[in-house]
């Protein structure tokens, strides 16, 4: 039985789902290939190789000078023009400051964040965080059956095209589309300078906020892509409303989002039933909008990029298992992918929503406790939707 808390609705009427009821296994197997495949992408993060041939270094911008107001700088302390010559000396000296700044870092209790708009963003950006980025970046992947996007965008991929990646995070998506299309150039924008430093000649990351204005030229983009980061946008009809602005005429925005409350199809978690995550998400709920954030924005995203302008607007759902408990091993570790991501993520993800509401760091810890006894619980068939939802900026 599916879960009727208010927290629980639906997201739209759009709604398609790709997944009806998921089964429900009776022995577990094949657990320890399981666990093996988490960790070979802990390991693999930062270590794998970038194809040959690709070596060019990532830029990444940094808050400009009076002097160089739109004009975005990259680590090397050119213009992303990539002229090295033409520069003048006291401009380099104000951009190295501004670059170290932004590369910077700030610890609360252990925890790292992002220097650059200091407590713009709630979550940490330490290595324990980019893990879990690409954990859900495999297991997302698996939920589309391999799929990066799924606007219709393929073509003009192939042929060469403008993508904006914003909220790229480490970066893993930008680099996988760079690769599969070589004729498309692909910006990824982020507060965190956590990015790789050899990329595709195709990729670029900035660090910068997209909610501020944009400097790009109006009409530039043909696809603007937006991952696990609409939560934390505090004005989202201004997003939609740039988004409008620099995309081209018939270009596309996608977002790909998951509901942060747990449902169920049996009887092993019903609205009367204890379970602690789902006080969890409550409390983080309550906390985030301190931070101006909206951990349920998904929810009414197709209903706003309506109302802001855009036709075509799809719907797709996906169920993602929290656990182990699904028959079908693909669903098993896109659910063991999910329920690492959320134990690796707990301390980090709670310690300033839950301060924010007053919380001590004691009071945090001894509620995680019971937190992580209820993700870990093979008798409750939890899932959590996954949410892809784009639009199409009109031609006319």
């Excluded at 995070?169 to 150039?185: C, F, R, V």
């Excluded at 789902?278 to 197709?302: C, E, Q, T």
């Excluded at 182990?324 to 693909?330: A, N």
Aim: overall charge negative; hydrophobic content about 35%; charged content about 25%.
């Amino acid at each position: 039985m599916s879960s009727t808390s208010s927290d629980a609705g639906n997201p739209s009427s759009l709604a398609s789902s790709a997944s009806t009821i998921i089964t429900v296994g009776t022995q577990p197997f094949d657990e320890d290939e399981l666990y093996a495949a988490v960790g070979v992408m802990r390991r693999s993060r930062q270590g794998s190789s970038r194809p040959s041939g690709v070596t060019s270094p990532a830029p990444v911008s940094t808050p400009t000078s009076p002097s160089a107001v739109g004009a975005r700088r990259n680590s090397d302390d050119t213009t992303s023009s990539g002229d090295m010559l033409d520069f003048e000396p006291e401009l380099v000296k104000q951009s190295a400051s501004m670059s170290s700044s932004v590369r910077a870092h700030v610890y609360e209790g252990g925890i790292r964040y992002h220097a650059f708009r200091d407590g713009k963003y709630a979550l940490p950006n330490d290595e324990a965080e980019q893990n879990r980025d690409d954990m859900k970046h495999m297991m997302t992947l698996m939920l589309c059956n391999g799929a990066h996007f799924l606007a219709p965008v393929e073509a003009r991929l192939k042929d060469g095209c403008e993508v904006l990646d914003l909220g790229t995070g480490t970066g893993i998506w930008a680099i996988e589309l760079g690769d599969k299309y070589p004729n498309t150039q692909i910006i990824g924008i982020d507060l965190s300078p956590i990015q790789p430093d050899f990329v595709p000649e195709n990729v670029h990351f900035f660090v910068d906020d997209f909610e501020e204005d944009w400097v790009d030229p109006e009409n530039k983009y043909d696809y603007i892509h937006v991952r696990f980061t609409l939560f934390s946008v505090r004005d989202r009809k201004a997003l939609y409303r740039r988004a409008l602005r620099h995309l081209k005429p018939g270009g596309y925005i996608e977002f790909q989002e998951l509901d942060y409350w747990p449902r169920c199809d049996d009887e092993s978690l019903i609205d009367e039933t204890p379970y602690a995550l789902r006080d969890y998400i409550k409390f983080v709920k309550d906390g985030m909008r301190n931070f101006g954030a909206d951990i349920h924005a998904v929810r009414s995203l197709p209903d706003e990029l309506k109302a802001a302008g855009f036709d075509d607007v799809q719907l797709t759902t996906h169920k993602c298992p929290l656990g182990l408990w699904p028959k079908d091993k693909r669903l098993r570790l896109c659910g063991l992918f999910l329920r690492t991501a959320f134990m690796d993520g707990l301390r980090g993800v709670s310690r300033r929503p839950l301060t924010a509401l007053g919380w001590t760091q004691l009071q945090i810890e001894m509620f995680l406790v019971d937190v992580r006894k209820s993700i870990m619980d093979p008798d409750k068939h939890a899932y959590l939707t996954f949410n892809v939802v784009y639009g199409r900026k009109p031609v006319t």
